[in-house]
C-alpha cells in the first residue's frame, strides 16, 4: 500500500481481555517496529522485526506482550489480560534499509484504552 | 545506561525567529542520527538524518549538526513559523531506532 496501515485506529477493552493490533507495511519494507506512546510521553521501543524474525525483544514490557510477523509482511501485536497501565497508542513503523541507514514510515497508530 | 535526553520544557518563540532544538546522548556510539516530526494524534513524519562522519546536513529551513564528541545533536528551524509547531524527535540507531522523548516547539505568529 501507499503508507503504513494499522488497525483498529481506536479500541476500547476491558481489564484482563486480550487485545491483538495489526500492522500492514509499505510494501517491500523488509524492518516493521512497533512503538508504545503513552498521553504526552515519547515513543518506548517494543519490538523490531527483521524479514519475519524479531533480532531485538527487549522493549516487550512483560510475558503478556508478544508479536508476530508472518510472510515478511503484516504484524500482529497481542496484549493478554490488559492492564490498566497499557493504555497508549500503539506505533507501527516500516522501513527500507538504504546505505545502512533505517528511516522509518510510521502508521497513525492504534488507541488502546483499558477500562 | 544509554539515554537520549530532549529537552522536555516546551520552547515557545515568535514567528520569524531560529528554533535550536537540543538532543543529547550517553553510551551509544550511533552511526547516524535521525530527526522527525510529530503532530498531535499522527505518527512522527521523518526530516533528516545526519551521519556519524557528517557535521552538518541542511534542506530548506532546517539545519541539522552531529558532534560525536560532545554527543549532541542539535536542530535548527529558520524564519520559523507558527506551522513548524510540532513535537520534534531525534532517533539513535541501536540494535533498532531508540528516540528521544521530545521537545514541543510553539511559534507564536
Known amino acids: 500500500g501507499a503508507g503504513v496501515s494499522q488497525s483498529p485506529s481506536n479500541k476500547v477493552t476491558e481489564k484482563g481481555k486480550d487485545v491483538e493490533l495489526r500492522c500492514d507495511p509499505i510494501s517491500g519494507h523488509t524492518a516493521l517496529y512497533w512503538y508504545r506512546q503513552s498521553l504526552g510521553q515519547g515513543l518506548e521501543f517494543l519490538i523490531y522485526f527483521q524479514g519475519n524474525s524479531a533480532p531485538d525483544k527487549s522493549g516487550l514490557p512483560s510475558d503478556r506482550f508478544s508479536a508476530e510477523r508472518t510472510g515478511g509482511s503484516v504484524s500482529t501485536l497481542t496484549i493478554q489480560r490488559t492492564q490498566q497501565e497499557d493504555s497508549a497508542v500503539y506505533l507501527c513503523?516500516?522501513?527500507?534499509?538504504?546505505?545502512?541507514?533505517?528511516?522509518?514510515?510510521f502508521g497513525a497508530g492504534s488507541r488502546l484504552t483499558v477500562l | 545506561s544509554q539515554k537520549i535526553e530532549q529537552n522536555s520544557e516546551a520552547l515557545n518563540i515568535q514567528e520569524g525567529k531560529t528554533a535550536t532544538l537540543t538532543c543529547n546522548y550517553t553510551n551509544y556510539s550511533p552511526a547516524y542520527l535521525q530527526w522527525y516530526r510529530q503532530d498531535p494524534g499522527r505518527g512522527p513524519v521523518f526530516l533528516l538524518l545526519i551521519r556519524e562522519n557528517e557535521k552538518e546536513k541542511r534542506k530548506e529551513r532546517l539545519k541539522v549538526t552531529f558532534d560525536t564528541t560532545l554527543k549532541q545533536s542539535l536542530f535548527h528551524i529558520t524564519a520559523s513559523q507558527p506551522a513548524d509547531s510540532a513535537t520534534y524527535l531525534c532517533a539513535l540507531d541501536s540494535i533498532s531506532l531508540i528516540f528521544g522523548s521530545g521537545t514541543r516547539l510553539l511559534v507564536r505568529p
Open positions: 513503523a516500516s522501513s527500507l534499509e538504504v546505505s545502512g541507514a533505517n528511516v522509518l514510515t
